[in-house]
């Protein structure tokens, strides 16, 4: 089966930048992927890293280390609407692609 | 809107009843699967399938939970004799069969059994 590690809360400031981090143990790793749920709402896709290293996109940046099973997604410029639940899940071969989820890190962007 | 709709949006029944679910996935998206999120956890996933075959179902999956994919297109979930343990929210995603295969989530369906 698989692990995934992800902390259950973290606070930030308004225009700060912070680092969500995520480890997982699976077998047959083929990618990982992070979504952002609002409250109420459905999972919406941020991004997606199947080799290691950084991928950016606008405020929105993820690493991984398939080595080391740890990935992280960094917010940068973060505004109150980035008050969410980050969601890291894994895909492993042969499983269909479904997602494995973490049990999400609650983001809370304060003044 | 082409991205993946859910019918109903809210359900309350009472334990025991029959409730089935209904999904819409993007157009031409080849995979569609069923997840369950309950409150303070990730989606888990339940089942998918690639056109009109069901491939995998988990074993969350108890006999009382059908899902069905007829044309290949949109897809229903049913919970039979449903139980307080069964509310929860019932999470619909579509992808497509080659490249990044990102899974697009619908707005789910929220089901309260009391």
């Known amino acids: 089966g698989q692990n995934i590690d992800q902390p259950t809360e973290m606070t930030a400031t308004e225009g700060a930048i912070v680092q969500i981090n995520c480890t997982y143990q699976t077998s047959g790793f083929n990618g990982l992927f992070w979504y952002q749920q609002h409250a109420g709402e459905a999972p919406t896709f941020l991004s997606y890293n199947v080799l290691d290293g950084l991928e950016e996109k606008g405020r929105f940046s993820s690493f991984l280390s398939r080595s080391k099973g740890y990935s992280y997604l960094l917010l940068k410029e973060l505004q109150m609407k980035d008050s969410a639940s980050y969601l890291c899940a894994v895909i492993v071969t042969g499983g269909g692609n479904k997602l494995t989820f973490g049990t999400g890190t609650q983001l809370k962007v304060e003044l | 809107d082409t991205g993946v709709s859910q019918d109903p949006r809210h359900k309350i029944t009472k334990r025991g009843q029959n409730v089935t679910f209904r999904c819409d996935p993007i157009?031409?998206?080849?995979?569609l699967y069923w997840y369950r999120q309950t409150l303070g956890q990730g989606p888990e996933f339940l089942t998918y399938f690639q056109n009109e075959a069901q491939l995998e179902k988990s074993r969350l999956l108890s006999d009382r939970f059908s899902a069905e994919r007829p044309k290949g297109s949109f897809s229903t979930l049913e919970i039979q004799r449903t139980e307080q343990g069964d509310s929860a929210m019932y999470l619909c995603?579509?992808?497509?069969?080659?490249?990044?295969?990102?899974?697009?989530f619908g707005p789910g369906t929220r089901l309260l059994v009391l």
């Open positions: 995603a579509s992808s497509p069969l080659a490249g990044l295969e990102t899974q697009y």
């Open positions: 157009s031409e998206h080849n995979r």
